[in-house]
T-cell receptor
């Protein structure tokens, strides 16, 4: 079974630029999550989708972050404009409803 | 979701059992105990979960105290590849959100 695919693996941008991350979940997984992991900390949930609907986005900084999952499969997470404190690893995970999560390897973002 | 407390770091000799403790004194009756681990530069990986009874799978054993206020993850024969950050999480498995809230975890260093 193929795992959760994420791209790019690394991204370096300057502050105030925009950036987008892409995630392809495991086939058949209706639930998709985006997490932010700052160095030395545990992952923090940003947003959770059930199919193409948002279940929880309470921790998403909506003034600069946006996410979509238009067809209930792939998802993109965007930051515009980026700040220095957005430097982190962005992890995507997927699951069947109410089951264990499978994580991708993440995108490491450096904002200079 | 209840919070968990874990020691920040532990060492273990290769080939010996690694016992990772977790306190979750405010756990609710419908909350499960989950363990994930994160090897360097990878996304978190599911290990095991349980509600009341002890659980064992090919990766580890989970021992939950009778009052459910604490648990121990046991890696029976630790190898160098088990060096990782281990997260103990309590979660309502049957909830509609099913989200994982990560703490700081325990960094396990397996030494030759």
């Amino acid at each position: 079974e193929a795992g959760v695919a994420q791209s790019p693996r690394y991204k370096i941008i300057e502050k105030r630029q925009s950036v987008a991350f892409w995630c392809n979940p495991i086939s058949g997984h209706a639930t998709l999550y985006w997490y932010q992991q700052i160095l030395g900390q545990g992952p923090k949930l940003l947003i959770q989708f059930q199919n193409n609907g948002v279940v929880d986005d309470s921790q998403l900084p909506k003034d600069r972050f946006s996410a979509e999952r238009l067809k209930g499969v792939d998802s993109t997470l965007k930051i515009q404009p980026a700040k220095l404190e957005d430097s982190a690893v962005y992890l995507c995970a997927s699951s069947r409803a109410r089951e264990k999560l499978f994580f991708g390897s993440g995108t490491q973002l450096s904002v200079l | 979701d209840a919070k968990t407390t874990q020691p920040p770091s532990m060492d273990c000799a290769e080939g010996r059992a690694a016992n990772l403790p977790c306190n979750h004194s405010t756990i609710s009756g419908n909350e499960y105990v989950y363990w994930y681990r994160q090897i360097h530069s990878q996304g978190p990986q599911y290990i095991i979960h349980g509600l009341k009874n002890n659980e064992t799978n090919e990766m580890a054993s989970l021992i939950i105290t009778e009052d459910r206020k604490s648990s121990t993850l046991i890696l029976p024969h630790a190898t160098l590849r088990d060096t990782a950050v281990y997260y103990c999480i309590v979660r309502v498995a049957q909830s509609n959100t099913g989200k994982l809230i990560f703490g700081q975890g325990t960094t396990l260093q397996v030494k030759p």
